[in-house]
Protein backbone atom coordinates (compact mmCIF):
# COMPACT_ATOMS: atom_id res chain seq x y z
CA UNK A 1 0.00 0.00 0.00
CA UNK A 2 1.08 3.55 -0.46
CA UNK A 3 2.31 6.11 1.76
CA UNK A 4 1.66 10.01 1.38
CA UNK A 5 2.72 12.23 3.74
CA UNK A 6 1.36 16.02 4.78
CA UNK A 7 3.88 18.11 6.33
CA UNK A 8 2.11 20.96 7.89
CA UNK A 9 2.66 24.52 7.93
CA UNK A 10 1.60 26.43 10.77
CA UNK A 11 -1.70 26.51 12.18
CA UNK A 12 -3.31 30.09 11.30
CA UNK A 13 -6.63 31.53 11.57
CA UNK A 14 -6.83 31.62 7.96
CA UNK A 15 -6.33 28.26 7.89
CA UNK A 16 -3.47 25.24 7.92
CA UNK A 17 -1.55 25.04 5.04
CA UNK A 18 1.05 22.31 4.08
CA UNK A 19 2.36 19.98 1.37
CA UNK A 20 1.11 16.25 0.50
CA UNK A 21 4.17 14.02 -0.68
CA UNK A 22 3.33 10.61 -2.27
CA UNK A 23 6.51 9.29 -4.65
CA UNK A 24 7.05 11.14 -7.14
CA UNK A 25 3.48 13.62 -6.59
CA UNK A 26 3.54 17.09 -4.58
CA UNK A 27 0.86 19.53 -4.16
CA UNK A 28 -0.29 21.83 -1.65
CA UNK A 29 -2.66 21.35 1.26
CA UNK A 30 -5.16 23.36 3.22
CA UNK A 31 -7.06 22.47 6.40
CA UNK A 32 -9.18 24.58 9.08
CA UNK A 33 -6.83 25.86 12.00
CA UNK A 34 -6.11 23.23 14.84
CA UNK A 35 -9.23 23.95 16.60
CA UNK A 36 -8.83 20.58 19.39
CA UNK A 37 -9.99 18.67 16.87
CA UNK A 38 -13.82 20.14 17.40
CA UNK A 39 -16.06 18.17 14.28
CA UNK A 40 -16.43 20.97 11.64
CA UNK A 41 -13.99 23.82 12.70
CA UNK A 42 -10.40 21.49 13.41
CA UNK A 43 -8.06 20.05 10.98
CA UNK A 44 -7.66 16.02 12.14
CA UNK A 45 -4.89 15.68 14.99
CA UNK A 46 -1.51 14.47 13.32
CA UNK A 47 -1.08 10.96 12.97
CA UNK A 48 -1.17 7.69 10.64
CA UNK A 49 -4.54 7.12 9.24
CA UNK A 50 -5.99 4.21 6.17
CA UNK A 51 -7.67 6.15 3.54
CA UNK A 52 -10.07 4.29 1.26
CA UNK A 53 -11.79 5.17 -1.96
CA UNK A 54 -15.40 5.55 -1.94
CA UNK A 55 -18.61 7.42 -2.67
CA UNK A 56 -19.49 10.34 -0.80
CA UNK A 57 -23.07 11.50 -1.30
CA UNK A 58 -22.44 15.05 -0.37
CA UNK A 59 -20.42 15.74 -3.17
CA UNK A 60 -22.34 12.71 -5.00
CA UNK A 61 -18.60 12.07 -6.63
CA UNK A 62 -15.98 9.23 -5.48
CA UNK A 63 -13.36 10.64 -3.42
CA UNK A 64 -10.88 9.33 -0.87
CA UNK A 65 -12.29 9.06 2.67
CA UNK A 66 -9.73 8.75 5.88
CA UNK A 67 -10.59 6.46 8.55
CA UNK A 68 -9.97 6.72 11.79
CA UNK A 69 -9.59 9.47 12.71
CA UNK A 70 -10.46 10.09 16.48
CA UNK A 71 -13.73 11.48 17.89
CA UNK A 72 -14.62 12.31 13.74
CA UNK A 73 -16.37 10.68 10.63
CA UNK A 74 -16.53 11.61 7.15
CA UNK A 75 -13.69 12.86 6.67
CA UNK A 76 -12.42 13.66 2.86
CA UNK A 77 -9.71 14.62 0.89
CA UNK A 78 -11.82 16.83 -1.77
CA UNK A 79 -11.16 20.31 -3.36
CA UNK A 80 -11.46 23.66 -1.74
CA UNK A 81 -9.79 27.11 -1.94
CA UNK A 82 -10.34 28.91 1.36
CA UNK A 83 -9.59 27.12 4.35
CA UNK A 84 -9.94 29.77 7.31
CA UNK A 85 -11.77 29.89 10.71
CA UNK A 86 -15.08 31.15 10.47
CA UNK A 87 -15.46 31.87 13.75
CA UNK A 88 -12.65 34.85 13.24
CA UNK A 89 -14.33 36.10 10.37
CA UNK A 90 -12.44 34.23 7.51
CA UNK A 91 -14.35 32.34 4.68
CA UNK A 92 -13.95 28.35 4.22
CA UNK A 93 -15.09 25.76 2.03
CA UNK A 94 -14.23 22.91 4.83
CA UNK A 95 -15.66 21.15 7.64
CA UNK A 96 -12.74 19.43 9.03
CA UNK A 97 -11.40 17.62 5.49
CA UNK A 98 -8.25 17.97 3.70
CA UNK A 99 -8.60 20.18 0.25
CA UNK A 100 -5.48 19.76 -2.29
CA UNK A 101 -4.14 22.77 -4.63
CA UNK A 102 -1.62 23.11 -7.05
CA UNK A 103 -0.85 26.69 -5.78
CA UNK A 104 -0.81 28.71 -2.95
CA UNK A 105 -2.05 32.38 -3.01
CA UNK A 106 -4.94 34.65 -2.49
CA UNK A 107 -8.55 34.80 -2.97
CA UNK A 108 -10.29 38.76 -1.80
CA UNK A 109 -6.90 38.71 0.75
CA UNK A 110 -7.49 35.60 2.51
CA UNK A 111 -4.28 33.13 2.02
CA UNK A 112 -5.70 30.20 -0.48
CA UNK A 113 -5.26 27.18 -2.20
CA UNK A 114 -5.32 27.45 -5.87
CA UNK A 115 -6.03 25.19 -9.16
CA UNK A 116 -7.76 22.30 -6.41
CA UNK A 117 -9.73 20.90 -8.40
CA UNK A 118 -6.70 19.71 -11.01
CA UNK A 119 -4.52 19.04 -7.96
CA UNK A 120 -7.38 16.39 -6.64
CA UNK A 121 -7.74 14.84 -10.14
CA UNK A 122 -3.91 14.64 -10.19
CA UNK A 123 -3.34 13.13 -7.16
CA UNK A 124 -6.83 10.39 -7.62
CA UNK A 125 -5.18 9.74 -11.08
CA UNK A 126 -1.59 8.95 -9.70
CA UNK A 127 -2.73 6.38 -6.72
CA UNK A 128 -5.36 4.61 -9.57
CA UNK A 129 -7.81 5.42 -6.45
CA UNK A 130 -6.37 2.36 -4.11
CA UNK A 131 -6.24 2.80 -0.74
CA UNK A 132 -3.24 4.24 0.58
CA UNK A 133 -1.74 5.03 4.37
CA UNK A 134 -1.87 8.85 5.39
CA UNK A 135 0.76 10.39 7.64
CA UNK A 136 -0.07 13.67 8.76
CA UNK A 137 3.13 15.71 10.48
CA UNK A 138 2.63 19.11 12.11
CA UNK A 139 5.47 21.61 12.15
CA UNK A 140 8.12 21.11 14.12
Same mark, same amino acid.
Given at each position: ?10 ? *???? *? ?7 ? #? +????? !? ?9 ? /?? &?? +? ?7 ? #? /? ?8 ? &? ?6 ? %??? &?? /? ?24 ? %? @??? %? ?5 ? /? ?5 ? #? !? ?7 ? @? ?7
Amino acid at each position: MEEATLYRGPS *TDEG *TFGRLVCKE #F +ACFTG !ELPWRENRQTV /SC &IP +AGVYRSVWG #F /SPRFKRYTYR &ILGTPGRY %GVL &IH /SANLVGDVEKGFRSQLNGCIALGEKL %G @TIE %GQKALLL /SRPAVSK #F !EAFLGRQAF @TLRVVDAG
